[in-house]
């Protein structure tokens, strides 16, 4: 490697952004090195500072984002000096891109094949219609899109979110660039797409050695995809070296801290509470029974999907689906998006009404609940989504927002729903001085803790947790997952835990049921399901938990 030149040279680089209370340092001394072929990974939580030297690297910062010192040399050449017409040749030909977010990087309002093409001419690839037609066509069957002729008159909503990644990969690779900046390619796509993608992408970038620079949170992740990892805190590095060495032998607090973190790194460290409660099923016969607080037998939802005109097809989205719940443990539903699981939590929180089927709660059958009956067990059941920035009214304090459910449900008066509100503040571990304060005004895992307050202040025995730390960075992660470990002992709660990650599900859970295509295809404890799936499916699933198959023996 010694004899080869660094295809980029970073060097002490320096970038701020100016504010109301002045220049605001983001980046602080970052030096790194690529060489031609190799990938490396720059880790760190939100707010580290890694996705704004990427950004900076391709000069694509803010507008009041500013480089402030230092050098990046790219084939010798330094890109803080170039000239605005200088970058873009730079630009797209010589360093591609994938954003993070497949969801909002493509226009909606433009078809996939305008916005492939419009890429092809701003890189010179082609000029002429038909030319750039048939390199948009190139570039999506390069991407791994089947139908690349059809897919081009699609819109972004007509794609998953694997197909808009593949889109954006194909773009960010269709001039052969040297050096590709991969931002949280895969943050917003379940485990199994996400190695599908991450695959593809290697064997692409392998074939034409291209340098990779790949962001991420997740040091499994890193691990698996990367030969050298930069770690990255507060706007600094603070660790840097071979992956596997790193993550072997890490030496700054904070580097341990993130392997401790990563679920797909970290041992059962919370425990696996599957030997102390007895499953009130068939898949644990073993052990005491524990009456089922949540039950459904052969439930079915059925949804008609409108083709255009009057007439509908149906659509099974959860099919005779059955699982029972014990007092006081957690069972995940696990599966990629569409199989059902979500679906299932609605018709538990009967915000959809199932097509057949039995669901009980606490014994009694849904069915038979008038109004009154049905709100009095609502009480009884609280839920928390999966996207801490979206569920929070932006325009309601925290104060009102924790008390919300004691309003609606008419609970108290003004001075005990106060007090309340501080009691289940205190509960998550958020200061009282927040009470005050906005959404705006918290990061993601204080605004998670905000939704978990909420959900706790009727006294609920049933949380569902909707993808509830999908959203989050693996420190803030796994800081709920404890948080939510210690409220069920505490509480005695009883968790309905979505999910599509099998990784999470072992540092809190205690029975898995696994979704494929609406119907439950195995259920077992969590040490089961880990020692012996007997699902293809399941396998599947372990199989693409990152960093799993990383040998972390010294």
């Known amino acids: 490697m010694s004899t080869v030149e660094p295809l980029l040279q970073v060097e002490d ?12 340092p983001a980046v602080r001394g970052v030096s790194f090195d690529v060489y031609p072929g190799e990938t490396i990974a720059i880790v760190g939580e939100s707010g580290s500072g890694k996705s704004t030297t990427a950004h900076a690297i391709i000069n694509l910062l803010p507008g009041s984002g500013k480089i402030a010192g230092g050098s990046v040399r790219f084939e010798g050449r330094d890109l803080t000096k170039l000239k605005r017409n200088e970058m873009e040749d730079v630009r797209g030909k010589l360093i591609g891109l994938v954003p993070q977010d497949p969801m909002n990087s493509l226009n909606p309002v433009h078809r996939i094949g305008f916005q492939v093409e419009e890429t092809i001419r701003a890189n010179g690839l082609a000029t002429s219609k038909r030319a750039v037609r048939k390199r948009a066509v190139e570039v999506l069957k390069e991407a791994g899109l089947s139908d690349a002729d059809t897919r081009l008159r699609q819109f972004p909503h007509e794609f998953s979110g694997g197909m808009r990644q593949r889109v954006l990969i194909g773009v960010g690779l269709s001039s052969h660039p040297k050096l590709l900046i991969a931002d949280e390619p895969t943050s917003a796509l379940d485990v199994t797409v996400q190695k599908t993608i991450l695959d593809h992408l290697e064997s692409l970038t392998a074939e034409r050695n291209t340098a990779v620079i790949f962001i991420t949170h997740d040091l499994g992740l890193a ?16 660790e840097s070296g071979p992956a596997l060495e790193i ?25 696996s509470r599957s030997a102390t409660v007895g499953l009130a099923s068939s898949a644990t016969p073993a052990g005491t029974p524990v009456p089922p607080v949540i039950e459904f037998q052969d439930v079915t939802k059925v949804f008609k999907i409108r083709t255009g005109g009057p007439r509908s097809i149906p659509f099974t989205a959860v099919d005779k689906i059955s699982f029972q719940v014990p007092k006081g443990s957690t069972m995940a539903l696990v599966g990629e ?6 679906t299932a939590a609605k018709l538990l929180l009967k915000l959809e009404e199932k097509t ?15 109004r009154g009956k049905l709100l009095e067990m609502r009480r009884k059941m609280q839920v928390v989504f999966q996207d801490p920035y979206g569920s929070l009214d932006p325009l309601h304090n925290i104060g009102n927002t924790v008390a919300e459910p004691l309003n609606v449900h008419k609970i108290g008066d003004a001075a005990s729903r106060k007090k309340r509100v501080l009691e289940v503040l205190d509960q998550v571990a958020l200061p009282t001085s927040v009470v005050s304060r906005y959404p705006n005004e918290l990061s993601g895992g204080q605004r998670q803790r905000v939704a978990i307050a909420r959900a706790l202040a009727l006294k609920p025995e049933i949380v569902v947790l909707d993808e509830a730390v999908s ?50 295809v195995e259920q077992a404890t969590v040490s089961e399901v880990f020692d012996s799936p007997k699902q293809e499916y ?17």
């Open 337 to 342: 998006s569409g199989s059902g699981k979500s």
């Open 247 to 271: 993550l072997r032998n890490p030496q700054h607090p904070y580097t341990k801290r993130l392997v401790s973190a990563a679920p797909s790194l970290a041992s059962t460290r919370l425990g």
């Open 471 to 520: 959203a989050l960075d693996v420190l803030v992660q796994a800081q709920v997952l404890e948080l939510l470990a210690n409220l069920q002992d505490e509480l005695g709660l009883t968790y309905l835990f979505i999910t599509h990650d099998l990784a999470v599900v072992r540092m809190i859970g205690d029975y898995v049921s696994v979704m494929q295509k609406g119907a439950i």
């Open 223 to 238: 691990a698996e995809r990367a030969e050298n990892i930069v770690v990255m805190n507060r706007g600094r590095i603070v």
């Open 13 to 24: 680089l320096q970038v701020g952004f100016k504010t109301q209370d002045g220049f605001v």
């Open 538 to 554: 399941t396998r599947r699933l372990l199989d693409a938990i990152p960093g799993a198959d990383v040998d972390l023996s010294a």
């Open 356 to 370: 057949s089927g039995k669901i009980f709660v606490d014994g009694v059958d849904q069915d038979s609940l008038d």
